[in-house]
């Protein structure tokens, strides 16, 4: 019923940008929060940043400064702008969101995953 499409992940330099966007699709009726978390090999996964549905804003402390996460709620897109990427920003990211399914209530749905790889 609903989708998460993600995409924009890929290899960069350390220093380098890339940006994520993350697509949702379906019977939504509305989104509240959506997020990005990131999972690195061996590790567990954990948040990188959400948005709120009104734009309040919260990023985990390791990419303050150097990532930005925006939403666009007539498409339904939350984005991740990661700049000045470090070797140990590599990991598969994830779009999470919040959503209100018609006829249903709310649920959290999770994309694909894509992956960033950021050499040094």
């Known amino acids: 019923q609903v989708q998460l499409v993600e995409s924009g992940g890929g290899l960069v330099q350390a220093g380098g940008s890339l940006r994520l966007s993350c697509a949702a699709s379906g019977s939504i009726a509305s989104i509240n929060a959506m997020g990005w978390y990131r999972q690195a090999p061996g590790k567990q996964r954990e948040l990188v940043a959400s948005?709120?549905?009104?734009?309040?804003?919260n990023y985990a402390d390791y990419v303050k400064g150097r990532f930005t996460i925006s939403r666009d709620n007539a498409k339904n897109t939350v984005y991740l702008q990661m700049n000045s990427l470090k070797p140990e920003d590599t990991a598969v990211y994830y779009c999470?969101?919040?959503?209100?399914?018609?006829?249903?209530?709310?649920?959290?749905?999770w994309g694909q995953g894509t992956q960033v790889t950021v050499s040094s």
């Open positions: 999470n969101a919040y959503i209100r399914v018609y006829g249903l209530g709310y649920y959290a749905y």
């Open positions: 948005i709120m549905s009104y734009g309040s804003t």
